[in-house]
């Protein structure tokens, strides 16, 4: 780590082929408990798509296990519990027969750093 703090550390590796992320991977130094998280500001957009509904996700720092959860509401996410990068979308869908009518402002988005506030 060469001097840098590793309860604020995180390691970032992909495999890449033609500009295209095949497989990635994040490795943190300390336990999580450990872990010096800053709240990440996670901002969403969702759309309605065949399968569901879809959200595209950004932050402004690495938001270690982000959650997502539609309250009252039967579904699958394609993804969930996962690492959200600053500079990357993250795109996953939440796959449902239901109708959400607000889909935006009901998704509650969270992250490891919320379960330390």
Partial sequence: LNGAN??????MAT???DGEILAGNHHYFELPKNLQLI???ITYA???VAEGY???????????NVYLHFPETRGWWTDNF???????TQTVVFETSETISNP??????RSLADAFK
Wanted: aromatic share 2%.
């Fill in 54 to 64: 879809e959200v595209t996700l950004e932050t402004n720092t690495v938001a270690r």
């Fill in 82 to 88: 996962f690492e959200l990068i600053p500079g990357q």
């Fill in 46 to 48: 969702s759309r309605k």
């Fill in 39 to 41: 709240k990440p500001d």
């Fill in 15 to 17: 495999l890449t082929r």
């Fill in 6 to 11: 590793k309860e604020s550390s995180v390691l």
């Fill in 104 to 109: 935006a402002d009901l998704l509650q988005v």
